[in-house]
Every structure is written in C-alpha cells, then in structure tokens.
C-alpha cells in the first residue's frame, strides 16, 4: 500500500516531455524551409503544403475512404484468417501436417514479391487488392498465435484436463483467455502494417485511392501533395492503433500489467 502511495506523489503535472522531440523537429523544419536552405522539391514548406491540400480537396474525401475501408477489410479479413490458422495448427496435428507445410512455405517470401503474381492470377480490382493486405496480415498473426499457444505453460492446461474439462473447453476457458493478451502485440504490429500493403495494393493499378494519388503526385514531383497523403495515412493509422488498445485495456482487465517506473 506504501508503494502505490508514494508512486502517486512522484507523478508531476507539467509540460509533456514527449512533444519535446516533436517541437524541436517542427522547429528545424520551419527554419530550414523558411530560409530556403532546401529546395522545396525535397523538403516543402508550410505554404507549398498548404497549396497542395487546397488543390487536392476535391479528390482526398474520396480517396481517404477507398483507402480506409479496404485497408480495414484486409485487416479484418487477414486477423481472422491468420488467428483461426494458428488455432487449427495448434489444435488439430492432421492439420497441422496437411496445411503447415503450406503456411511454412508462404511465411518467408517477401509479400512484395507476391505483386506480380496477384496481378497475373486474379486482374487490378479492389477484390485482388484487399485479398493483398489480408495475406499480409494473416502470415504475422498465423505465426503469433501459433506460437503463443505453443509457449503456454503446460501446467495449465493439465490442470484443466485433470478438473474434467474437455479439449473445446480447455481452448476456450484457457488457451484463448491465455494468449490473448500476447496477441494483441502482433494485431497492433499487424494493423500498421497493413497501411503499409494498402500503398503497395494501390499500386497494382487501383484508379482512386490514396496510394494511387501518392504515385500522381510523385509523376510531378508534388512533395508538398505526398506528405499530406502521408500525414493522412499517420493520422489513420494511429486512430486504428488507438482503438485496438482501448479494445485490449477493456478485454484484458483481468489481466495485471507490469508497469514501467522511469526514474
């Protein structure tokens, strides 16, 4: 009880330390592109961006939702996938020796080296494109889960067997509360990861889209219309971050968290 009451005092109301970093590069950024230092076409400046939002207005309400909403369908689609792969490999060894080596095989190729062929396989349509990011997804979080449930102790799910439960059981009341917060990490990683794919997706001759727009601005060389496209990109990705870790706080309550006391 001491403890927790003297951690309590310690914590200071004051500046955020952590825009500290963030001031200090915006600072540089305004010096340097307000004394011409750079050209513009490699670091814009506050008026060249603002040029290029107001001349993009039209296109980046649309854009940014085509880009959202497949970016979560592949997101969606590639977590339940990859978890519900790594639950079967897990529970079932037929399974696992039937679809494991598959898996195994896919797990190590580069995704972007998959670009070609979904283009050759299955055409440029926003089908190919989402079937794109949940593949990517899916790999990181078939592996984590996976593993996750191989690194449980044993302990565990003996005493489960030993108080009568069946296996379903075992899964459900000890397996998946077990892993669950482990595998939050890797949907976090995987959704930030999945932005990163919707750019490539777009690439694979998407007409409308964020990614798309990013390559026509990059034709006439737009820094100033790449960077809004990046901070938009920043901006959503951080609320999906957010929201996971709300989810995560509210799911695994029960859960005690190591806190980090910094000195």
Same mark, same amino acid.
């Not at 998959?114 to 794109?132: H, R």
């Given at each position: 009880?001491?403890?927790?009451?003297?951690? $309590?005092?310690?914590? $200071?109301? &004051?500046?955020? $330390?952590?825009?500290?970093?963030?001031?200090?590069? !915006?600072?540089?950024?305004?010096? %340097?592109?307000?004394?011409? =230092?750079?050209?513009?076409?490699? %670091?814009? &400046?506050?008026?060249?961006?603002?040029?290029?939002?107001?001349?993009? $207005?039209?296109?980046?309400?649309?854009?940014?939702?085509?880009?959202?909403? *497949?970016?979560?369908?592949?997101?969606?689609?590639?977590?339940?996938? &990859?978890?519900?792969?790594?639950?079967?490999?897990? #529970?079932?060894?037929?399974?696992?020796?039937? +679809?494991? @080596? /598959?898996?195994?095989?896919?797990? @190590?190729?580069? /995704?972007?080296? *998959?670009?070609?062929?979904?283009?050759?396989?299955?055409? @440029?349509?926003?089908?190919?494109?989402?079937?794109? /990011?949940?593949?990517?997804?899916?790999?990181?979080? &078939?592996?984590?889960? #996976?593993?996750?449930?191989?690194? %449980?102790?044993?302990?565990?799910?003996? +005493?489960?067997?030993?108080?009568?439960?069946?296996?379903?059981?075992? #899964?459900?009341?000890?397996?998946?509360?077990?892993?669950?917060?482990?595998?939050?990490?890797?949907?976090?990683?995987?959704?930030?990861?999945?932005?990163?794919?919707?750019?490539?997706?777009?690439?694979?001759?998407?007409?409308?889209?964020?990614? #798309?727009?990013?390559?026509?601005?990059?034709?006439?060389?737009?820094?100033?219309?790449?960077?809004?496209? =990046?901070?938009?990109?920043? /901006?959503?990705? !951080?609320?999906?971050?957010?929201?996971?870790?709300?989810?995560? +706080?509210?799911?695994?309550?029960?859960?005690?968290? +190591?806190?980090?006391?910094?000195?």
């Amino acid at each position: 009880m001491r403890e927790k009451v003297d951690i $309590k005092e310690n914590k $200071k109301v &004051g500046f955020p $330390k952590s825009f500290i970093a963030i001031l200090v590069v !915006i600072a540089v950024w305004l010096i %340097i592109t307000l004394m011409k =230092v750079v050209d513009p076409v490699f %670091i814009p &400046g506050p008026l060249n961006i603002l040029d290029s939002i107001l001349r993009m $207005k039209d296109i980046l309400p649309l854009a940014t939702l085509r880009s959202l909403s *497949m970016t979560l369908a592949g997101f969606g689609i590639g977590t339940l996938w &990859g978890v519900l792969m790594g639950l079967l490999m897990a #529970y079932s060894k037929t399974f696992m020796e039937t +679809a494991g @080596p /598959i898996f195994d095989f896919i797990r @190590p190729v580069p /995704i972007f080296a *998959m670009i070609p062929l979904f283009l050759l396989w299955f055409g @440029p349509n926003v089908g190919t494109q989402i079937a794109f /990011i949940a593949l990517g997804v899916s790999v990181v979080l &078939g592996v984590t889960t #996976y593993e996750s449930i191989r690194n %449980i102790p044993i302990v565990y799910v003996r +005493a489960a067997f030993n108080l009568g439960a069946s296996r379903m059981r075992v #899964y459900r009341t000890v397996i998946l509360p077990c892993i669950f917060p482990h595998l939050i990490g890797a949907i976090r990683v995987a959704a930030a990861a999945s932005w990163g794919l919707n750019v490539a997706a777009e690439f694979m001759g998407a007409q409308v889209g964020l990614g #798309y727009n990013m390559i026509i601005q990059q034709i006439y060389l737009n820094t100033g219309g790449i960077i809004v496209i =990046v901070i938009i990109y920043s /901006i959503m990705a !951080i609320a999906l971050d957010l929201t996971i870790r709300r989810i995560e +706080a509210y799911v695994t309550r029960w859960t005690e968290r +190591a806190a980090m006391l910094h000195v």
